[in-house]
T-cell receptor
């Protein structure tokens, strides 16, 4: 049982480069999320998706794009990388959100450095 | 909007000491409340949760009680172990049920337990 799989685990980008962070889950969860974790700042929501073909912005979407062509995959695209995007990125999924109280399943994260 | 405030860290304890990590929140209505734990180099894992006032969540010797009157969800453990060293995040989910499971996180508290 893989859960939520993120690749790559580490990446160094130069300013202006682009890349895609991959996220896949095998639990048939409809809800998927991308968060970034900055030191001492907790986690901030970048984008989320409530099902295949449906995505929406979170708190900090600027500089990122997402797509959700299948239930399993939710890639995060960085265009024109900037030093401010240096962070640890977490993908998460859940079966039933909101007041049902079900928590998320998190991936192990991608540590990205932009130089 | 919703917000979560955790006690400032880091917290350093000796093995078998009593642990309290304070968490207070601001939200309209009755959010679900969570504690997540992040061990070094790993993603976040759900530690415990509570979905209504006066509920007590518990797991692995940790517990937290949902206090509506003080808008708090403090994490406690009677006797910590070295293996409890990690970062602990308090979080809430939107009480209105319209946020598609989006979580609001506190900034995290680093706990280090010495033998």
């Amino acid at each position: 049982n893989a859960g939520v799989t993120q690749t790559p685990k580490f990446r160094i980008l130069k300013i202006g480069q682009s890349m895609t962070l991959q996220c896949a889950q095998d639990m048939n969860h409809n809800y998927m999320y991308w968060y970034r974790q900055d030191p001492g700042m907790g986690l901030k929501l970048i984008y989320y998706s409530v099902g295949a073909g449906i995505t929406d912005k979170g708190e900090v979407p600027n500089g990122y794009n997402v797509s959700r062509s299948t239930t399993e995959d939710f890639p995060l695209r960085l265009e024109l990388a900037a030093p401010s995007q240096t962070s640890v990125y977490f993908c998460a999924s859940s079966y039933f959100p909101g007041q049902g109280g079900y928590g998320y399943t998190f991936g192990s994260g991608t540590r990205l450095t932009v130089v | 909007g919703n917000s979560v405030t955790q006690m400032e860290g880091p917290v350093t304890l000796s093995e078998e000491a009593f642990l309290t990590i304070n968490c207070t929140y601001t939200a309209t209505g009755y959010p679900s409340l969570f504690w997540y734990v992040q061990y070094p180099g790993e993603g976040l894992q759900l530690l415990l949760k509570a979905t209504k006032a006066d509920d007590k969540g518990s797991n692995k010797g940790f517990e937290a009680t949902y206090r509506k009157e003080t808008t708090s969800f403090h994490l406690e453990k009677g006797s910590v172990q070295v293996s409890d060293s990690a970062v602990y995040f308090c979080a809430l989910s939107d009480p209105l049920g319209t946020s598609y499971g989006k979580l609001t996180f506190g900034q995290g508290t680093i706990l280090t337990v010495h033998p």
